[in-house]
């Protein structure tokens, strides 16, 4: 069973920024695509973004713009780069190798004054 481990939340005013990060372990990234996701109290899981190469990027229309997924195969690792964050990003943010059931424990981002 592969293992993403997530790291890199906090609590941050609106506005700044915060960058996530997913360490993958048993699994090798760059035959996957990788994705965030994030699920706010009280709403379902959404899509964020996804990538699997620097040619095939995604990202969900309300964080068009302000975040940025990348890889490091030779880390294994994928990065959020979060900026101009709103109250609204506030959630709960997962690793995920898309279209699999393997998910990290997730991270706490609060975006608030």
């Known amino acids: 069973q592969p293992q993403l481990v997530e790291s890199g939340g906090g609590l941050v005013q609106p506005g700044g920024s915060l960058t996530l990060t997913c360490v993958a372990s048993k699994i090798v990234i760059k035959f996957y695509e990788m994705g965030w996701y994030r699920q706010a109290p009280g709403k379902q899981r959404e899509f964020v973004a996804s990538v699997i190469s620097e040619s095939s990027i995604h990202y969900a229309d309300s964080v068009k713009g302000r975040f940025t997924i990348s890889i490091d195969t030779d880390q294994n690792t994928v990065y959020l780069q979060m900026n101009s964050l709103k109250p609204e990003d506030t959630a709960v943010y997962y690793c995920?190798?898309?279209?699999?059931?393997?998910w990290g424990q997730g991270t706490q981002v609060t975006v608030s004054s």
């Open positions: 995920n190798v898309l279209r699999t059931d393997w």
